[in-house]
Structures are given as structure tokens and as C-alpha cells.
């Protein structure tokens, strides 16, 4: 029934990651900021934290904002993992021509080049797993076909709960 190809998805420096660490269903969501779409996955995103113990998400991001990608960063380095999801949260339900005022208050240091490196490391995973556009889903390494949805987890959660746990590196593709 689910015969996709697998991929080793890579998670960096770059990666911002929620939930169990140690969970066994590792969910990888490749987001725009300035995607509608993107914004209702992030609702979604936001109640399986709250309402799966057994769950690690990764989000990938990618946007042209500077100061709220090395802001969000920031926070993750920091362990202020709920700082993040509210700015997150903040910024999906801020009307999309308004986004930016969401950071306007936002004391971040100036020489700071994260915002760069994030967005040429994500660039790269998105290329290497064949992320044509978003949302993309992937569950432990395999890509939520396109006519699901994020929703549609708990037909495959148990599926992917039995899997052995996918390695980590970004360099293979099966």
C-alpha cells in the first residue's frame, strides 16, 4: 500500500526539532513561511505537539525573512523551544502582509549570519529530497505522498511506529 522511495532525512544545526527527541514516529515538515498552505499544516503541527507524547517533528524552513528565521534559531540554541512555536504561532496567524511586523520588536545580534546558513542548508535538503513544493511531509524517511495530508497521520502512524528507526544523513537516497 505504501510503496515510496526512503530518504535519510538530515538533521543539522539548522534543523529546528520539537517533541521527543527519543520518539519512535519522527515527522519532517518542509514549510515556507509565506505559504497559506504552510500555515494551516502549522496549525496541525502545533496539536500533534500538544497531543502526541510519542512524536518528534523537525520543520524545515525556508523563507526570505532574515530576522525572524535567525530569531527562531536563536531561540532553539537558547532551549526556548516554546518561545519558538509562539513566534511561529505569531507569524501564521498574522495577516500575510503583516508578517514582518511580527519581528519588528525583536532584539537579535547584527553581525549574526544564521539566517544564511540555515536557508543554503535547507535549500540543500530540499533539493536532495525532491521537495517541489510545500507543505511536504516526511515520516521517518518516507514522503507523505501529495494527495495526503498531514491530518492523515494516524492512518500511518501505526505503520510507522513498527519501521526501524531511519539513520540520519543526508548524503543517501534509496
Request: hydrophobic share 35%; net charge negative.
Given at each position: 500500500?505504501?510503496?515510496?522511495?526512503?530518504?535519510?532525512?538530515?538533521?543539522?544545526?539548522?534543523?529546528?526539532?520539537?517533541?521527543?527527541?527519543?520518539?519512535?514516529?519522527?515527522?519532517?515538515?518542509?514549510?515556507?513561511?509565506?505559504?497559506?498552505?504552510?500555515?494551516?499544516?502549522?496549525?496541525?503541527?502545533?496539536?500533534?505537539?500538544?497531543?502526541?507524547?510519542d512524536?518528534?517533528?523537525?520543520?524545515?524552513?525556508?523563507?526570505?525573512?532574515?530576522?525572524?528565521?535567525?530569531?527562531?534559531?536563536?531561540?532553539?540554541?537558547?532551549?526556548?523551544?516554546?518561545?519558538?512555536?509562539?513566534?511561529?504561532?505569531?507569524?501564521?496567524?498574522?495577516?500575510?502582509?503583516?508578517r514582518?511586523?511580527?519581528?519588528?520588536?525583536?532584539?537579535?545580534?547584527?553581525?549574526?549570519?544564521?539566517?544564511?546558513?540555515?536557508?543554503?542548508?535547507?535549500?540543500?535538503?530540499?533539493?536532495?529530497?525532491?521537495?517541489?513544493?510545500?507543505?511536504?511531509?516526511?515520516?521517518?524517511?518516507?514522503?507523505?505522498?501529495?494527495?495526503?495530508?498531514?491530518?492523515?497521520i494516524?492512518?500511518?502512524?501505526?505503520?510507522?511506529?513498527?519501521?526501524?528507526?531511519?539513520?540520519?544523513?543526508?548524503?543517501?537516497?534509496?
Amino acid at each position: 500500500m505504501y510503496d515510496q522511495m526512503h530518504y535519510d532525512i538530515l538533521v543539522t544545526e539548522t534543523s529546528l526539532g520539537f517533541g521527543d527527541k527519543d520518539a519512535k514516529l519522527k515527522i519532517t515538515a518542509f514549510l515556507s513561511l509565506h505559504c497559506s498552505h504552510c500555515a494551516r499544516a502549522f496549525e496541525k503541527i502545533r496539536y500533534m505537539l500538544k497531543n502526541e507524547e510519542d512524536i518528534l517533528i523537525n520543520l524545515v524552513l525556508m523563507t526570505s525573512d532574515n530576522k525572524m528565521l535567525t530569531t527562531l534559531y536563536n531561540y532553539q540554541r537558547a532551549g526556548e523551544d516554546k518561545e519558538s512555536l509562539r513566534l511561529l504561532d505569531q507569524w501564521f496567524n498574522a495577516d500575510p502582509f503583516s508578517r514582518t511586523k511580527v519581528t519588528d520588536g525583536l532584539c537579535i545580534p547584527e553581525d549574526s549570519d544564521i539566517s544564511g546558513k540555515v536557508n543554503e542548508a535547507n535549500g540543500r535538503l530540499f533539493k536532495e529530497c525532491n521537495v517541489l513544493g510545500t507543505p511536504a511531509f516526511f515520516f521517518n524517511g518516507y514522503k507523505l505522498p501529495n494527495q495526503y495530508d498531514i491530518d492523515d497521520i494516524r492512518y500511518f502512524k501505526e505503520f510507522f511506529k513498527g519501521k526501524e528507526e531511519v539513520s540520519i544523513k543526508a548524503d543517501t537516497v534509496n
